[in-house]
């Protein structure tokens, strides 16, 4: 049995839908939950109880992605673990397709699923092991994988991957110190480092909204957040060079901004300039 994990934060219509296109295209055995994020908005709760074919979950504050996503795992009683992005669309039976991908190969602990646009075309979701040179690759699109050879990678999108449970309580799950952002690249780390494979099945698929969930656009605590994870990822992944080839370039760009940019962006560099020279393990909000 595949076990479904969809953390929300707010929108619950988004949910909602997500559910209701898995149960759509449902062959076999399935069980989903829902965990709700601590969301603030009025009239979340109510929504989501509604919400039919789900067990729903209801933290009382955010504890961040991995958190909840390792609340929902606990839950959850199948062999396959799938955590799935609240703003993703099921359009195909994909459920017999990721036990037979999995039955089929053995030394695969996870795997992740192919994301696309509305339109179609793919979103990058999965790739090399972060260093410098490969994000600034990636930045700007040159290190895009060909369909032809994406089959073994090092990490892949947590938006939408697939976990043997086995695997995933070998390795302790989701770190919880990353609130959000490389909680999936870590994960796929530990899951290498205790000898699995990390798969990119292209072959299934599914639609991912991409930042359906938060329109109108990345607020300042979203931005330092992804840089604490940045930061935490490398002490713990990376080599000394790359630690120190990160922290000076975020110093450079940043440094700046601090003193000539706007509020938002004072705020953000004063803190990812804090984290820089503080711990990443210690969240500020």
């Known amino acids: ?16 839908r997500a559910v209701e296109t898995l149960r759509l295209h449902q062959r076999g055995e399935l069980e989903i939950i829902v965990v709700d994020n ?67 190969s053995p030394s695969c602990g996870a795997a992740g699923l192919q994301l696309l646009n509305a339109d179609g075309t793919v979103q990058y979701s999965t790739g090399k092991f972060p260093t410098v040179w490969s994000e600034w690759r990636m930045s700007r699109r040159h290190n895009l994988y060909k369909r032809e050879d994406t089959v073994r990678r090092d990490w892949v999108s947590g938006a939408a991957m697939v976990v043997r449970r086995a695997v995933f309580e070998e390795v302790g799950g989701f770190d919880e110190r990353y609130f959000m952002y490389f909680e999936d690249v870590d994960l796929c780390a530990r899951i290498r480092g205790a000898g699995h494979e990390i798969h990119y099945v292209h072959a299934i698929s599914v639609e991912h909204l991409r930042g359906g969930s938060q329109p109108g656009g990345i607020p300042p605590s979203v931005q330092i957040e992804y840089r604490r994870s940045q930061l935490l990822y490398y002490s713990r992944h990376a080599s000394m060079m790359n630690n120190l080839l990160i922290r000076a370039y975020l110093f450079a760009r940043f440094l700046p901004r601090s003193v000539l940019g706007n509020r938002d962006q004072r705020t953000v560099a004063s803190a990812v300039l804090s984290t820089i020279f503080g711990s990443p393990d210690e969240r500020r909000h």
């Open 1 to 16: 049995m595949i076990s479904v994990v969809i953390v929300q934060y707010n929108h619950p219509d988004l949910t909602k």
């Open 38 to 104: 601590g969301s603030p908005a009025a009239g979340v709760r109510a929504a989501t109880e509604q919400i039919t074919g789900c067990t729903v979950i209801f933290n009382s504050a955010n504890a961040g992605f991995g958190a909840a996503n390792n609340r929902g795992a606990r839950a959850s009683h199948g062999e396959f673990l799938l955590f799935l992005n609240n703003d993703t669309l099921v359009r195909t039976e994909i459920l017999s397709q990721i036990e037979s991908h999995f039955a089929g």
